[in-house]
């Protein structure tokens, strides 16, 4: 009996928050803070799902967090 699926790495975990955080921020509308930001661009947001693939595909750690900034970048970190 083969149970390698019951198996879930901590990378998996902090990879599935990484993913929640991001379609989170898809869901920015204008004055998303209370302070007047505009979300990310498209653009913006484009770039950050290359490099969060990218990372996947090279089996890099996930980033600790993915949270986008008032002046509508997306640091990873």
């Known amino acids: 009996m083969n149970h390698s ?3 879930e790495s901590p990378e998996a975990g902090q990879w599935e928050i990484c993913n929640q955080q991001m379609s ?4 920015y ?3 998303w803070n209370d302070e ?3 979300p990310p661009s498209k653009d913006v947001l484009r770039q950050a799902d290359s490099v969060i693939q990218k990372l996947q595909e090279s089996r890099q ?5 993915c949270l986008a900034t ?8």
Do not use: K, M, Q, V
């Open 70 to 77: 008032d002046e509508g970048n997306l640091p990873t970190i």
């Open 36 to 38: 007047g930001a505009s």
């Open 5 to 7: 699926h019951d198996y």
């Open 29 to 31: 509308e204008f004055d």
């Open 61 to 65: 750690p996930p980033p600790t967090y």
């Open 24 to 27: 989170n921020i898809r869901s």
